[in-house]
């Protein structure tokens, strides 16, 4: 049983994992019976380090191959023919150190837009916001690569922001980031959340961005539990979530 939100229907722009089981060797790091991942949720994916959090949102991107099981999307526009069974691009995964393209803070963030049909005078407006949400106008020229781990990740999810992906997968968006970056990094996920993007976001633990889930992902124990029940910070370390998938290992 996937568990959805009440509001999407069973058409909507979704990834769906069947049966997957991952290893590593000879190592069961997970599996999960059913697991899907759409539009309108907004998801707190838990785990402790290790547990296999940043290989579950690859899986879902399409960027490793499980072991065993089946991801397939749905509700995309088609693909080419050349990418007939390809997830890729659809869940977009967010690196915890982001890859930025060789360049400007300008010219990562100009790349993205290129990608959508949007008039002159909206990619303006689009590329405004998010370098105002982002806090970067006195970083606009200055090489992608000069700059500090939490500038870099701001200017990732700026990047995101304007590209407007229906899923998007953040791998520990805050982590390294001090408290007023975290702010501006919220808010913009916020945003993200308000627009209907799918959000899927890992964190060791729950903070403000993860006030803003909705659901929750666990692994532990080999398997994958979800629940509609987020954790707030103070129940965390308590075991009190349903716990709805459960799978062998090993
Ligand atoms: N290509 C690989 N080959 C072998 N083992 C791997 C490979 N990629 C990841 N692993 C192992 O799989 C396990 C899970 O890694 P993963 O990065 O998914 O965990 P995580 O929950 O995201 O961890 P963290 O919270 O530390 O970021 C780790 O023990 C890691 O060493």
Known sequence: MALSH???SNDAIQVHAQNVLMKYQQHTLFSVADLTFKQGDVIYLQGDNGSGKSTLMKILAGLITPTQGRVASHGFARN???QIDSLL?????LHQHPYLFEGSVKYNLTYALKQLTLTAKERHHRIEQAINMAQLNDLLDHHASDLSG???QRLAIARAWIAQPKLLMLDEPISNMDKHSQRLVLAMINQLKQDGTGLLISSHQTCGLTALCKQHWHIKQGTVHTSMHVPTTETVHQSNTTELHYGTTN
């Not at 691009?89 to 995964?93: C, E, I, P, R, W």
């Open 89 to 93: 691009g659809k869940a977009v995964y």
């Open 6 to 8: 009440p509001s999407v």
């Open 80 to 82: 080419p023919w050349w």
């Open 150 to 152: 939490g500038e870099r």
